[in-house]
């Protein structure tokens, strides 16, 4: 429908089919664009849909006819648009007029084939030409309309408008453009002169794409050389400054990620670049690094995209624009990179069709349609040009072609101070500062409140697709964001493209395999918002739970110190259900409580399933929670923002820290779409333990996934603990992380200040047979007694450093003796020789113990770990919980054991839910198997019931002697 069109106003316009030379050949391609992807049937209800929002566009032929009887001053043509002061002014009038010739050449249109408008279409070009944006006028205010926005918009009018212009008029239309773009790799005074910086990133190719369809219109072959020479200048990674990194990052303003702004249109310019200089006589495909934007889509766009949102920790001071949410954003960027398809290999097309694809089709946050306009500026609805909408749906229908699902994966983005984990049906992110990378950008009035959004913030994006769009941005409490560390301080307007660095640079992480990372943030807010507030903050991002710690947490302001875990904004009246501690708190807006002792929380998410999120707090802290109604509006956000308040629901659970802390400290970790019981049986069980949180290291050790990650804090020689035994040591400031099944040892670790000149020694106190793989980087000085490494981290920019081994001497001993002791009515019956052993927390006469014991004599050497499998055979009711203890003497006999004769208990080692019937559960006793080699060499283990249950309490773990393998008791031992 649209070509139609499109072919009507060439007719009118009197435009020849005939191609005169090889400008007309690359503009006729570039106006029939649509034609290179199959077309949509006239009565496709997304293009309906299309067409209809665009019929109900102001009339601004209307408008400027009564402007134009106003006496304007020359050269302006709309009475709103004043061209005197406000730059902008003259990108929106050229956009105006480009709404006239879209109106002319539309035969639903009034306006359609009317020569009177296309007349007064072209005289208000020629007097905004004659007077306004002019071949010797200087130029003022933001030196984007002059360099890139407004000559784009003449381009795209003289285009569409081409066969009606005269010489004279396409002359005196490209004389403007080269005075403010002479150039395109340099910025232009305002005097027109060239002067030295250097345009870079999205800048650069925003202009390149001006001096190339300049050219093209104007039948410069010179222009059109010159702007394609400029575009390999974007193609190489960088080591610095703006553009992509090798990491993926995407910089722009020196210090700002954006890839979700800036990157979005790099990445649009790119398509339109390779688009219109493909079979040119300006070739662009034989460029070296030309295959370059495939990957970046792959590596720097894909990884911040889901479902379909562009994640607000890459967008700056976009956040603040009302009419462009993390979905607008991300739709608009999956357009671009459905464009860039065209010019791809059909291999890497297809790869990034199955994203776009999947993106697609798992956005739901438009409505019945992925296509449906949304509100715009200026009361225009935004909507999707006829060729984006033709290869997106042509991927849709295309049945060869695979939906991609989110990928699982956890990545760290060290050069914009990014990170973030995926994992099935969630993404968690991560925004840092650092000296090389700001808290924040303001600029043009937008983003007035942003002072936060890069120091700690989280943000979980789920099945509650919503969740940071609509007014999320007006009305959230921008001082108090979740993962953050605040003071609240930030107000008043911030400096214009400022830089707000931190002044502490050990900022960054260790990710491994890109399954888990450590992560880490040594923060000062004195070059954000000048108070003294300070600290340490690390995440570690182990799969479906992130553990956050926090230290040294100080500050002299005399104001309250808050962690913020979470800032949600609830759906409609705000009554989704906190449950802490099993208790369902109240849920009317204004609540207010701080809970004692909280051991775990947990808020229903937005959404039927897939939103719920749960909270575990190691050190059962005091947690502050608040429900509230927040009002704002957008213009508070962004001065060109709607005046218009608007309003939402939010709840807050924080962790204070007191006013002028000088020790503080904090703990606690996320689990995301766990249910109330999940996050309840995680709290029993807890696998996660804190080994270390101080101004030295901060570490966790998760013993079900036999991961631990270390920060070490400081330049000095520091050995961190497990279960009272060296475990892990650095001589420097570095991120760690290690995971252990078994045998196999697998480590990464990096340089988080990325100003480590030298090499980090790190010494595992494990032993090692083998090496399976090194990183070049790493230098292994010994494997036994322990592993010794050597890491050259010298310009490695905060990469993360591997290596894979095989661990000495790993044994898997049964037990010697199992059984269980019943309290029956004598008290004297022994139960050994049994396939079962029995537990259960009852009346007398009714109640059972459970008891085991392994021999770790034979054992020749240091026991580095050790744990516990159990498998339950039959389980009574569900939400059992039963407690592991060691006990004080081991001398007992399964064949005479009884209630009577039965140990003393000693250490408790473990508390843990009980699994489903024949699911095996383990459980860490390595400080129990330490001492007992030790000792006796004799480890006597004990389970109870520690709660009363009913009479379906009852819990049977198979024993010895049970007779299948698989289920009995084993104590796995590592050991050097």
């Not at 139609?4 to 009197?14: N, P, R, S, T, Y």
């Not at 007077?131 to 200087?138: F, P």
């Not at 969630?426 to 700001?438: D, E, G, K, N, Q």
């Not at 992480?509 to 000062?524: I, K, V, Y």
Request: hydrophobic fraction near 40%.
């Amino acid at each position: 429908m649209k070509r139609k069109w499109l072919a009507l106003a060439l007719c009118a316009l009197g435009w020849q089919t005939a191609q005169a030379d090889g400008f007309d050949d690359m503009r006729l391609r570039w106006l029939n664009r649509t034609s290179s992807v199959a077309p949509l049937p006239p009565d496709d209800p997304d293009l309906l849909m299309q067409q209809a929002a665009q019929a109900g566009a102001p009339d601004h032929y209307a408008t400027l006819q009564s402007s134009a009887a106003l006496g304007l001053p020359a050269g302006q043509l709309w009475s709103d648009l004043p061209l005197d002061k406000v730059s902008a002014n003259l990108t929106s009038t050229v956009e105006r007029l480009q709404s006239i010739a879209d109106a002319y050449a539309d035969p639903r249109s009034p306006y359609y084939h009317q020569a009177a408008v296309m007349q007064q279409l072209q005289a208000g070009l020629d007097a905004f030409i004659a007077t306004r944006y002019t071949a010797t006028a200087t130029a003022f205010d933001n030196w984007w309309d002059w360099q890139i926005g407004t000559p784009q918009a003449l381009n795209k009018l003289m285009l569409s408008t081409y066969d009606a212009l005269t010489p004279a008029r396409i002359a005196a239309v490209c004389a403007a453009i080269d005075r403010y773009v002479p150039d395109p790799t340099r910025r232009t005074a305002p005097n027109g002169s060239v002067s030295t910086l250097l345009e870079t990133g999205a800048n650069l190719l925003d202009k390149a794409f001006v001096v190339v369809m300049r050219g093209i219109i104007g039948k410069n072959g010179d222009k059109v050389r010159a702007g394609r020479d400029a575009i390999p200048a974007a193609l190489p990674d960088v080591t610095s400054g703006d553009g992509f990194y090798a990491d993926g990052s995407f910089i722009q303003h020196t210090y700002v990620p954006y890839i979700g702004g800036y990157g979005s249109v790099l990445i649009n310019d790119i398509a339109r670049l390779y688009y219109v200089l493909a079979g040119s006589s300006w070739p662009i495909d034989g460029t070296p690094l030309y295959n370059n934007p495939y990957h970046w889509a792959i590596n720097s766009f894909a990884p911040f995209i889901y479902n379909g949102a562009l994640m607000d920790n890459q967008r700056g001071r976009s956040i603040s624009r009302w009419a462009a949410t993390d979905h607008v954003a991300g739709r608009s960027t999956i357009m671009a990179l459905a464009e860039l398809t065209q010019s791809l290999s059909a291999a890497d097309a297809r790869e990034l069709k199955s994203l776009i694809k999947g993106w697609a089709q798992r956005d739901s946050s438009f409505g019945s349609s992925y296509f449906t306009p949304v509100a715009g500026n200026g009361n225009k609805l935004q909507t999707i040009s006829p060729l984006d909408l033709a290869l997106v749906k042509d991927i849709l229908n295309d049945g060869s072609i695979v939906a991609r699902p989110e990928p699982e994966e956890t990545r760290i983005f060290a050069s914009a101070d990014r990170a973030l984990q995926r994992r099935d049906g969630y993404a968690y992110a991560v925004a840092l500062f650092s000296p090389r990378i700001s808290a924040f950008e303001y600029g043009n009035g937008e983003n007035l409140r942003g002072w936060w959004t890069g120091i700690g913030m989280t943000q979980l994006y789920n099945a509650d697709l919503g969740q940071y769009g609509g007014s999320y941005w007006a009305t959230v409490d921008p001082l108090r964001l979740a993962g953050t560390t605040t003071d609240r301080s930030g107000s008043g307007t911030p400096g214009g493209f400022k830089k707000y660095p931190n002044t502490r640079n050990l900022v960054g992480g260790a990710e491994l395999n890109r399954q888990f990372a450590t992560l880490a943030m040594d923060f000062a807010m004195s070059g954000v918002t000048g108070t003294s507030l300070s600290g340490k903050k690390a995440w570690f991002l182990f799969g479906d739970r992130i553990i956050a710690l926090g230290t040294g947490i100080s500050s002299s302001d005399n104001v309250e110190i808050e962690t913020i875990v979470e800032n949600r904004r609830l759906a409609g009246v705000g009554e989704n259900v906190l449950t802490v501690n099993d208790v369902s708190q109240p849920v009317t807006t204004g609540w207010r409580a701080s809970m004692a002792a909280t051991r775990w929380a947990h808020l229903a998410g937005n959404t039927a399933s897939g939103s719920d999120t749960g909270y575990v707090f190691p050190a059962s802290p005091v947690l502050n929670g608040l429900r509230e109604s927040r009002i704002g509006s957008w213009s508070q956000i962004n001065t060109g923002g709607p005046t218009a308040t608007v309003n939402d629901r939010y709840l807050t659970l924080a962790l204070s820290h007191g006013s002028n802390p000088t020790a503080g400290s904090y703990s606690y970790i996320v689990l995301p779409n766990r249910s109330v019981a999940a996050t309840a049986a995680f709290a029993s069980a807890n696998p996660i333990t804190v080994v270390e949180n101080s101004v030295s290291a901060s570490a966790v050790q998760d013993k079900e996934q036999g991961l631990t990650g270390v920060v070490f804090w400081a330049d000095a020689s520091k050995t961190l603990a497990l279960a009272g035994q060296p475990y892990l040591s650095s001589d420097k400031k570095s991120a760690v992380t290690v995971q252990q099944r078994g045998t196999d040892v697998q480590l990464a670790v990096a340089d988080p200040t990325q100003s480590n000149t030298g090499q980090i020694r790190l010494e595992l106190h494990r032993s090692a047979s083998a090496v399976l793989s090194c990183d070049p980087a790493i230098t292994i000085l010994q494997r036994s007694p322990t592993i010794k490494l050597a890491v050259n981290v010298n310009g490695s920019a905060g990469k993360s450093f591997a290596c894979h081994f095989t661990a000495n001497n790993v044994a898997m001993l049964a037990p010697v003796a199992d059984t269980f002791v019943w309290d029956d009515a004598t008290q004297d019956v022994n139960n050994g020789g049994r396939s079962y052993l029995s537990v259960k927390n009852d009346t007398v006469r009714y109640a059972r113990k459970g008891l085991l014991k392994f021999d770790l004599s034979g054992l020749a050497g240091t026991v580095d770990s050790a744990s516990l499998t159990l498998t339950p055979t039959m389980v009574g009711m569900a939400g059992l919980n039963h407690q592991l203890y060691q006990t004080r003497t081991d001398d007992w006999s399964e064949a005479s054991v009884n209630w009577g004769s039965f140990p003393a208990l000693g250490q408790s080692l473990a508390g843990f839910a009980v699994p489903a019937v024949n699911t095996s559960v383990s459980l860490d006793v390595s400080s129990a198997a330490q001492a007992a080699k030790g000792a006796s060499g004799r480890l006597s283990l004990a389970v109870l019931s520690t709660s009363p249950y009913n009479a379906n309490g009852k819990v049977e773990y198979a024993t010895r002697e049970n007779s299948n393998a698989a289920y009995r008791p084993a104590l796995q031992v590592i050991y050097h």
